[in-house]
């Protein structure tokens, strides 16, 4: 989903936007964090919690019934950010170039209606400038494909013009079997062995066609109230496949950003937004907040769950919001919560 670039009024009173997050692992019917209540009775979502990391001090809010830090939820965009991390390793083992055609890696795929994979980079992928439409303004995310359906209900939609930056989750789809090409193993493979091994998330896992949460998890609601716990996670693949928890996604933006994945200057790249014209990175995208502090991060919405990972530049100070249900019906929340948890408080 296309990200919020920058954070303007908040109509949060000061007292609100401020109040202390409450610590330990509360999980219980009642709200336990008088700003994360507001999610609950403003923002319509059946429940809503955060992992707040900031160098030694660890702070974890709930609101809302029956969540709770430990569970399990699909991530949906989230995904993205891993995704890019493997591709920009693979390039700094010289096993690709992010100047690469999509051509060279997948010969003869992106055919039709003005798009020419020969023309199509990498790096445009990642960046979310190859003009590819978004196969998910068809499917809803509801549908399930194969990556190959995907990309073929993007080719039967008009591209978008190439170089401008527009959020498709058909180029995370392409990217993904990329790494296949490239690797010999699935895009699922290569995260597991490059990042959730050595990270130890052992929360976090892609699982397939496999319909069910691991335990422990809570519910997920459609935004009709509708239960969606249960989902085929093919309706995103590569681009949105991942299910995961609040303290494997902190510890994931903060091994990122702290230098861990990657070396300096395929970082530096990652960061890098010219491509986009300040909107995105490469599986990263900044947003600056009303007191000038920018964060990093990228958020994700699939049928039943809402995610937002913001960090600081270093990767120091991390912060994982979810709820159980697929929209935040009041959109100065989010913004409010990023202010709120990173600007400096005047005490």
Same mark, same amino acid.
């Given at each position: ?16 936007? %401020? @109040?202390?997050?409450?610590?330990? =692992?509360?999980? &219980? ?5 008088? %700003? ?33 830090? @430990? ?27 992010? =100047? ?8 003869? *795929? /992106?055919? $039709? ?11 445009? +992928? ?8 978004? %196969? ?11 990556? /190959?359906?995907? !990309? ?15 959020? =498709? ?5 392409? +990217? ?7 690797? $010999?193993? &699935? ?11 050595? +990270? ?34 093919? !309706? ?25 994945? /990657?070396?300096?200057?395929? +970082? ?10 300040? @909107? ?14 920018? !964060? ?12 937002? &990972? ?17 929209? !935040? ?8 919560? *990023? ?9």
């Amino acid at each position: 989903m296309p990200p919020l670039r920058t954070l303007t009024a908040i109509p949060v009173s000061l007292a609100l936007l %401020f @109040a202390p997050v409450a610590t330990g =692992s509360a999980s &219980s019917a009642e709200a336990t964090d008088p %700003f994360l209540s507001q999610f609950v009775t403003e923002g319509g979502v059946p429940a809503a919690a955060l992992l707040d990391v900031d160098g030694d001090d660890v702070h974890y809010a709930a609101a809302g019934r029956r969540i709770a830090r @430990a569970d399990h939820f699909r991530a949906g965009s989230i995904t993205k950010t891993f995704i890019a991390t493997v591709v920009l390793q693979l390039a700094a083992e010289h096993r690709l170039s992010l =100047s690469d055609p999509v051509e060279r890696h997948l010969p003869g *795929l /992106l055919r $039709g209606r003005g798009t020419d994979g020969r023309r199509i980079t990498l790096r445009a +992928l990642l960046s979310h400038t190859s003009g590819l439409a978004d %196969f998910t303004t068809v499917t809803r995310g509801v549908v399930p494909l194969t990556p /190959l359906q995907a !990309v073929r209900v993007a080719l039967a939609l008009p591209p978008t013009r190439p170089g401008r930056y527009s959020y =498709s989750s058909t180029d995370y789809v392409l +990217l993904g079997m990329v790494i296949h090409q490239v690797t $010999g193993a &699935s895009y699922a493979a290569e995260v597991r062995r490059r990042i959730l091994t050595p +990270l130890h998330l052992t929360g976090t896992s892609f699982p397939g066609a496999r319909t069910t949460l691991p335990s422990p998890h809570g519910r997920a609601y459609a935004t009709d109230g509708s239960d969606v716990t249960e989902l085929d996670p093919r !309706v995103a693949g590569a681009a949105g496949e991942l299910v995961t928890t609040l303290d494997d996604l902190d510890r994931f933006y903060a091994a990122l950003l702290g230098g861990e994945l /990657l070396p300096p200057r395929r +970082l530096r790249e990652m960061l890098d937004t010219r491509a986009a014209h300040g @909107a995105y990175g490469l599986g990263i995208f900044p947003v600056k907040l009303p007191c000038g502090i920018t !964060v990093w991060g990228h958020n994700g919405r699939i049928p039943g769950s809402y995610v937002r &990972s913001a960090a600081s530049v270093d990767g120091r100070h991390v912060l994982t919001f979810r709820v159980n249900t697929t929209a !935040v019906a009041d959109p100065d929340l989010e913004p409010a919560l *990023l202010a709120a948890q990173f600007c400096p408080r005047n005490e």
